[in-house]
């Protein structure tokens, strides 16, 4: 008997794991509480998306949408001159990736999700996930005004910062006290990049009370925000009649932002968004996985979320596709995707909190990127630190053999997960070592488990 998959929303996690599911040929049921097109904040992708966005069949389509193609990041940091990551120049012409219009974007991986027989049901509003003997086993939702309880041999809760299982019904998500942030953003129509900024790129100003981005978008449209803390926004927030008041005064705050933006013409809305980073104490258990923003939630300074998002729905897929072919026993599915999607999430989180000490330097960033990845990964710093702002370094882990692994190379995993190649890989118990958030987050990666792409996508003892 077919299995029968409920992927609990549609945004780039759920619209993955479900399209590599259906691709796999296992039963897919989709609920998406919204409508698309949605609006979503999160515009900037970093070129391990289109790895994973390629391996799901729909690069095509997203080529098609003629996004502005993205080769790096600018930082103008602390009290640094600007230093430019350029990935072209790091790993080569074919590492990267694109400034999305989120709610364009989203569509097209849902309506793939859909094209490659997924069941998508949107309006369906997830009340609850059912559980015997501490197994998913159903969810609960309200579609077209009727109440409806799908039947599943797993659930992948993609429900986002909503947490349908985190925060629902384990009460179980744990947030980062120190990044209790909050966004303010909107949009202009025409401006500028600073001069180094690599083709496409991103441009992060630091300040005394936060940091801006700037991002280019289609048609010379810009997203411009500013994240500082949450006390340092009440604090300013009462001095001004309304949020477009002070996101204005925000950005003539900035020399630097406002000179950029003063070829330009404000647009709007002003939008404001609580950035509070957080974690769930774990990823999934019996017949369910937590993907995307449901399990963990990281400060956008580096643009990961879509990357941890689409990472941790391919993972997922591997992992409920490798049972069904009988390949490995659920616990060590389970183990296999802690493990990974977690040390992901710990490494990003790492290299972030680094980068909030504004003024340790570059020097110093780059050598805590460095000692982040595994000890074969002989890169030069600055490489390291490209590598884990790409996603290059997750994959870099999801596509070299053996544990301990034998160095590889990021440009070399880059151009192998581009390729999603036949190899079977499996992750380095090297990588844990400084991955680890507490002591109770450690997990087991000795275990001989290997992803595989052919003949379908699994997880398999080497």
């Known amino acids: 008997m077919t299995r029968q998959v409920i992927v609990v929303g549609g945004g780039p996690a759920g619209s993955i794991a479900a399209a590599?599911?259906?691709?796999?040929?296992?039963?897919?049921?989709?609920?998406?509480?919204?409508?698309?097109?949605?609006?979503?904040?999160?515009?900037?992708?970093?070129?391990?998306?289109?790895?994973?966005?390629?391996?799901?069949?729909?690069?095509?389509?997203?080529?098609?949408?003629?996004?502005?193609?993205?080769?790096?990041?600018?930082?103008?940091?602390?009290?640094?001159?600007?230093?430019?990551?350029?990935w072209r120049q790091m790993f080569g012409e074919d590492i990267r990736s694109w400034q999305v219009d989120r709610a364009d974007f989203d569509q097209v991986l849902l309506e793939h999700a859909a094209s490659q027989g997924v069941e998508v049901m949107q309006g369906a509003v997830?009340?609850?996930?059912?559980?015997?003997?501490?197994?998913?086993?159903?969810?609960?939702?309200?579609?077209?005004?009727?109440p409806r309880t799908f039947d599943a041999d797993y659930v992948v809760d993609a429900s986002g910062r909503a947490g349908v299982l985190a925060v629902r019904q384990f009460q179980n998500r744990r947030p980062h006290e120190v990044f209790r942030n909050v966004a303010i953003w909107a949009y202009y129509q025409g401006g500028d990049l600073l001069?180094?900024?690599?083709?496409?790129?991103?441009?992060?100003i630091s300040s005394p009370h936060g940091w801006y981005w700037v991002i280019p978008l289609k048609d010379e449209e810009f997203s411009v925000g500013f994240v500082t803390h949450?006390?340092?926004?009440?604090?300013?927030?009462?001095?001004?009649?309304?949020?477009?008041?002070?996101?204005?005064?925000?950005?003539?705050?900035?020399?630097?932002?406002?000179?950029?933006?003063?070829?330009?013409?404000?647009?709007g809305p002003v939008r404001v968004e609580q950035?509070?980073?957080?974690?769930?104490?774990?990823?999934?258990?019996?017949?369910?996985?937590?993907?995307?923003?449901?399990?963990?939630?990281?400060?956008?300074?580096?643009?990961t979320g879509v990357h941890l998002a689409m990472y941790s729905g391919m993972l997922c897929a591997a992992a409920i596709t490798a049972v069904d072919?009988?390949?490995?026993?659920?616990?060590?599915?389970?183990?296999?995707?802690?493990?990974?999607?977690?040390?992901s999430y710990g490494r990003l989180l790492a290299l972030v909190s680094g980068m909030y000490r504004k003024y340790q330097g570059r020097k110093q960033y780059f050598w805590l990127a460095q000692t982040l990845l595994r000890p074969g990964d002989a890169e030069p710093p600055d490489n390291a630190f490209g590598a884990i702002v790409a996603g290059l370094s997750d994959l870099g882990d999801a596509t070299t053999v053996g544990a301990p692994a034998p160095p590889l190379g990021l440009a070399g995993a880059?151009?192998?997960?581009?390729?999603?190649?036949?190899?079977?890989?499996?992750?380095?118990?090297?990588?844990?070592?400084?991955?680890?958030?507490d002591p109770g987050d450690l997990y087991d990666a000795a275990s001989g488990f290997c992803l595989v792409t052919t003949p379908r996508l699994g997880v398999r003892r080497r």
Not at 126 to 146: E, L, N
Not at 234 to 241: E, I, M
Not at 275 to 303: E, H, I, K, Q, T
């Open 230 to 267: 949450k006390t340092q926004f009440q604090a300013r927030r009462p001095a001004f009649a309304s949020p477009e008041e002070m996101y204005l005064a925000l950005i003539a705050e900035s020399p630097t932002v406002s000179a950029m933006m003063a070829p330009g013409r404000f647009t």
């Open 126 to 146: 997830v009340k609850g996930i059912d559980f015997h003997d501490d197994r998913a086993v159903a969810v609960r939702a309200i579609c077209d005004g009727q």
């Open 20 to 86: 590599l599911l259906a691709r796999s040929g296992l039963a897919v049921r989709l609920l998406e509480r919204e409508h698309f097109p949605r609006y979503h904040i999160g515009e900037s992708i970093s070129p391990s998306c289109r790895a994973i966005i390629d391996f799901a069949g729909v690069g095509e389509k997203i080529a098609a949408r003629e996004y502005v193609v993205k080769h790096g990041i600018l930082l103008r940091w602390g009290a640094e001159k600007d230093w430019a990551v350029d």
């Open 195 to 204: 001069p180094r900024t690599p083709s496409g790129g991103i441009d992060v």
């Open 275 to 303: 950035d509070y980073s957080y974690v769930a104490d774990r990823f999934c258990g019996p017949g369910y996985f937590m993907a995307g923003d449901a399990a963990c939630f990281l400060d956008p300074l580096m643009s």
């Open 414 to 437: 880059a151009r192998l997960a581009r390729a999603m190649a036949t190899d079977r890989v499996a992750p380095s118990a090297a990588t844990l070592a400084p991955m680890k958030m």
């Open 325 to 343: 072919d009988g390949d490995i026993t659920e616990t060590e599915a389970a183990r296999f995707y802690e493990t990974l999607f977690r040390n």
